[in-house]
């Protein structure tokens, strides 16, 4: 029975080392896959060397539209590991979008959500 109890002992010590090596993994960093890369600045930065963005920008040439008293605006939101990168023109009294793109927080990569 005493050699049964040293076993026993042992499984048990090698089953904790085991579970606490899997507990320890789990609190490791996160994936660096779920961590952007591109900061919101860096996703408007990319979707204004667009050539239809530079397009849209050059209707401003003095940063206001002399026929509707616009300005472009060219923003990022949160979406999930991504940028939504919203540019439109700010009216008096309301705004005219000219597209929604999808910056990947990885790689930068756009994509126009027309």
């Given at each position: 029975m005493h050699c049964d109890t040293k076993k026993?002992?042992?499984?048990?010590?090698?089953?904790?080392?085991?579970?606490?090596?899997?507990?320890?993994?789990?609190?490791?960093?996160?994936?660096?896959?779920?961590?952007?890369?591109?900061?919101?600045?860096?996703?408007?930065?990319?979707?204004?060397?667009?050539?239809?963005v530079k397009k849209f920008l050059a209707l401003f040439p003095n940063g206001k539209s002399k026929k509707t008293q616009g300005f472009p605006v060219v923003e990022a939101e949160e979406l999930d590991n991504n940028w939504n990168v919203h540019v439109y023109e700010q009216m008096p009294d309301h705004t005219a979008t000219m597209n929604w793109f999808e910056v990947d927080g990885q790689t930068g990569a756009i994509k126009p959500m027309e």
């Amino acid at each position: 029975m005493h050699c049964d109890t040293k076993k026993l002992a042992l499984t048990l010590a090698l089953a904790s080392v085991y579970f606490f090596n899997q507990n320890l993994a789990g609190l490791a960093a996160p994936d660096s896959k779920h961590k952007r890369k591109i900061s919101a600045q860096q996703a408007v930065t990319l979707v204004k060397k667009r050539s239809d963005v530079k397009k849209f920008l050059a209707l401003f040439p003095n940063g206001k539209s002399k026929k509707t008293q616009g300005f472009p605006v060219v923003e990022a939101e949160e979406l999930d590991n991504n940028w939504n990168v919203h540019v439109y023109e700010q009216m008096p009294d309301h705004t005219a979008t000219m597209n929604w793109f999808e910056v990947d927080g990885q790689t930068g990569a756009i994509k126009p959500m027309e």
